[in-house]
């Protein structure tokens, strides 16, 4: 049997992992989790055989864990384990891995500090865990499709329309929908030619679910963006590109998923830029043109009074340059 060592720092960071995920582990799955949560350093020293033997469970059962928590495989898993234990200070260990959640007596300063370790983390385990040649399969895929639907309801909305909106100024024929009627509709107009993107941190949001099926039904290619592999939005799409959100100060709305989730859509949106440079620059010009007699200059001489025109004609007004 495994045997706990008292001298290593805990794996806050994978523990905190498996406690988000655990109500939504298979049984199989809960058992390996209720070890490791007994147990969280026991990965170091078992191998992936060893460990499921431990939990009564396979191999294959395992990976599917890691999966589930965003690792690839077994080995990444443990190597982010080590790198947990290796910190000493316990304390610090919980505030940077975000195994807490805000306190009313907080001080402002280490509610920066927990904000700012939060949304660090998760974007460096999300560009860890990114898959470099499916972004740019994806990115490819937006260039050549005639036409481009992004579904998303509440939070992710707004991540669905600044994508549209970034897409849709370099060229591309975007449309975002948070309504599924609309979205629907949308979606089963569509085919071969075109590409669907499911946005949501969850993965079981059912109108969006909704939509990126039917997209798909129409012929479509579809993506999903969530932080749960497993989720049914993934299981409904073509390709899925996965983040990392782990902490849980304020659910359902994680605090740190649409920094994710953005910086997932503004890669996709610079690599789509790259693909077609030429056109990418000359529609940011020519729209950047359009807007800006609707932009206040910057000033660089003397600041006007805006009661200059008070003193108009009177000795006080002497001196004074009306602009």
Known sequence: MFTPQTTAGTAVGVVNRIQAKLPEMPRAMAKIAAYLLEHPQAPIQLSIMELAEQTGTSAATVTRFCRLLGYPGYVPFRVAIAADAGRSDARESWKVDIGRAFGPDDAPEDVLSTLVNAHTRSLRETATLMDMALMNKIARRIVLSTHVDIYGIGGSAVMAKEMQSRLYRIGINAHHWSEVHAGLTSAAIQ????????ISNTGRTEETIAMLQQA?????????LSNNPGSPLAEAADLQIITAVHEQFLQPDDLSAKHVQLLVLDLLYLLVAQLNFTR???????SALAVSPHRRSNRTGPRTDRNDHLYAGTSEGKGRTHV
Do not use: E, H
């Open 280 to 286: 990418t620059t000359t529609k940011l010009a020519s």
């Open 216 to 224: 798909r039904r129409a012929g479509a290619m579809t993506v999903a």
């Open 191 to 198: 085919d071969s030619t075109c590409l669907a993107i499911g």
